[in-house]
């Protein structure tokens, strides 16, 4: 069974740092392309960013408002991928999470997601 | 904003058929076949119910049905139940440079 399950979110102050983990199992994550993706509250749902296989690179590729800011790693003998956020501003907070990507452009699982409220 | 355009809302009775809109441009929903339908009930993660337009992930029930005509995308649930009443959003592949993009979502209600 396919598990995801993220932490480290809390409470941040604008211009702080966070790291958020996700935790997988039931596949292999060095073989996979990961994504973080956010839900800001009472809103839709939006691509942070992304890491493809370390197959195909490990590179990443991030939306415009992460661009510069975010980071996205991947610790495979952990299993677990990480999402670094610096410069936090208020327009961060959302509920993160992280997703697997099937065989195509697609996310077949999610995890439950962290919530991240940055707030003076 | 959102990339994709969905209606914020739709409805229908037990039994009834509804149909939720995506719509996108030509360089992202009308020029990849790689549209996909999240569920997400209230607290929840998302699910996966439609990927590459139209096809059902195992597990999902047929009552779920995916189309796309030109730029605009269509989730169609037909035989609505009350476990039918949730946010739907709609996502599409949009080329190398911003791989992904997501409309805005649409609460379901079944009366």
């Known amino acids: 069974e396919v598990q995801l399950v993220e932490s480290g979110g809390g409470l941040v102050k604008p211009g702080g740092s966070l790291r958020l983990s996700c935790v997988v199992s039931?596949?292999?994550?060095?073989?996979?392309?990961m994504s973080w993706v956010r839900q800001a509250p009472g809103k839709g749902l939006e691509w942070v960013g992304r890491i493809k296989s370390k197959n195909d690179g490990g590179t990443t590729d991030f939306a415009a408002p992460a661009e510069g800011r975010f980071t996205i790693s991947r610790d495979d003998p952990k299993n677990t991928l990480y999402l670094q956020m610096d410069s936090l501003k208020t327009e961060d907070t959302a509920v993160y999470y992280c997703?697997?990507?099937?065989?195509?452009?697609?996310?077949?699982?999610w995890g439950q997601g962290t919530l991240v409220p940055v707030s003076s | 904003q959102s990339a994709l355009t969905q209606p914020p809302s739709a409805s229908g009775s037990p039994g009834q058929s509804v149909t939720i809109s995506c719509t996108g441009t030509s360089s992202d929903v009308g020029g990849y076949n790689y549209v996909s339908w999240y569920q997400q009930h209230p607290g929840k993660a998302p699910k996966l119910m439609i990927y590459?337009?139209?096809k059902r992930p195992s597990g999902v029930p047929d009552r779920f049905s995916g189309s796309k005509s030109g730029n605009t995308a269509s989730l169609t649930v037909s035989g609505l139940q009350a476990e039918d009443e949730a946010d739907y959003h709609c996502?599409?592949?949009?080329?190398?440079?911003?791989?992904?993009?997501f409309g805005g979502g649409t609460k379901l209600t079944v009366l």
């Open positions: 590459e337009v139209s």
């Open positions: 996502s599409s592949y949009a080329g190398s440079n911003n791989p992904v993009v």
């Open positions: 039931g596949f292999t994550l060095s073989e996979a392309w």
């Open positions: 997703a697997h990507y099937g065989d195509a452009e697609y996310f077949l699982h």
